[in-house]
């Protein structure tokens, strides 16, 4: 992998010759990350907060450190690759626990729950940022404007810095932008927390999610990169994208898949015939709140 700032004279270049389209928008990013000049990152593990971790930390004029939070409706897979990617790059890194299981409110899992999550995760780590001196930013991206999600409100009220939303970078120029800078995570699919996976009104608890996140990992160790399981009591409800269907559905396959979700606490193992789509436990509820 080329080193970052390598990487980011490149981007340099492309936007300094208007060779992009995304040549504005970069210089925007960098205009806001100088004048922020000491950054804390809510480093997920994901495209978006790798992306601006690293452009971040390949400018020399700006001081950078992610954080990341460790709970129960995180994945672990996240955080591993959230560790992994900043050691590798000499980029200060923390983990704070934030205990979000212990509030009532987001154990019972309403429809709030997006929305009370992240201002409890934000607010926690904004404290942490002031002690430090530093502006806390996050990973939000343009696309994120057209979904309804109930966390970027907490984002506002909060006044977390977002700022390739600011800079008006989608998805789609991140994971260029990313690819050319060499972040591993560049094409990774997109997460949500665990919490996603559960229908409304069930409460969560830390073993309901423990038995998601193992079927999900058994999953992902066969190849399905994108893949949800959803919880409905006993039942596991897999979502893969419609062009795995044909593989998950193979005798061998489809055996050995039930085999280990059944292993690993479900009862009853069904595949959902529409495929993954994003918040499809929320469809008629709150559109694209979750994953």
């Not at 000049?37 to 020399?60: E, K, N, Q, R, Y």
């Not at 940022?129 to 109930?150: F, Y």
């Not at 085999?259 to 069904?270: K, Q």
């Amino acid at each position: 992998m080329c080193g970052f700032a390598e990487a980011a004279w490149t981007l340099a270049r492309w936007y300094n010759e208007g060779v992009t389209r995304t040549s504005d928008k970069l210089q925007h990013l960098q205009r806001s990350l100088t004048e922020a000049g000491h950054v804390a990152i809510a480093f997920s593990g994901g495209t978006d907060s790798a992306f601006l971790t690293a452009f971040a930390h390949a400018m020399p004029e700006v001081k950078v450190r992610a954080l990341t939070v460790a709970s129960p409706l995180m994945p672990v897979e996240d955080m591993r690759l959230a560790r992994a990617f900043c050691q590798e790059q000499g980029i200060p890194h923390e983990v704070h626990e934030v205990d979000l299981l212990s509030d009532a409110d987001i154990r019972a899992n309403t429809p709030k729950r997006c929305y009370l999550c992240k201002r409890k995760i934000m607010g926690a780590l904004k404290g942490i940022a002031e002690e430090k001196g530093a502006v806390l930013c996050d990973g939000s991206n343009a696309d994120d404007a057209h979904d309804i999600r109930p966390g970027e409100r907490a984002l506002q009220e909060l006044g977390i810095l977002s700022p390739l939303a600011d800079a008006g970078l989608t998805k789609a120029e991140i994971r260029d932008c990313a690819h050319t800078m060499g972040v591993p995570q560049w094409d990774k699919p997109a997460s949500a927390c665990l919490a996603s996976r559960v229908p409304f009104g069930c409460v969560l608890d830390e073993a309901l999610l423990c038995r998601i996140a193992n079927a999900e990992a058994c999953l992902r160790e066969r190849g399905f990169r994108q893949v949800r399981v959803r919880a409905h009591g006993d039942v596991a409800r897999i979502e893969v994208p419609s062009c795995d269907l044909e593989r998950l559905m193979q005798f061998d396959m489809r055996k050995a898949v039930s085999r280990e979700l059944h292993s690993v606490g479900f009862a009853h193992v069904s595949v959902d015939m529409d495929g993954y789509r994003m918040g499809s436990l929320n469809e008629g509820v709150l559109e694209g709140t979750d994953g």
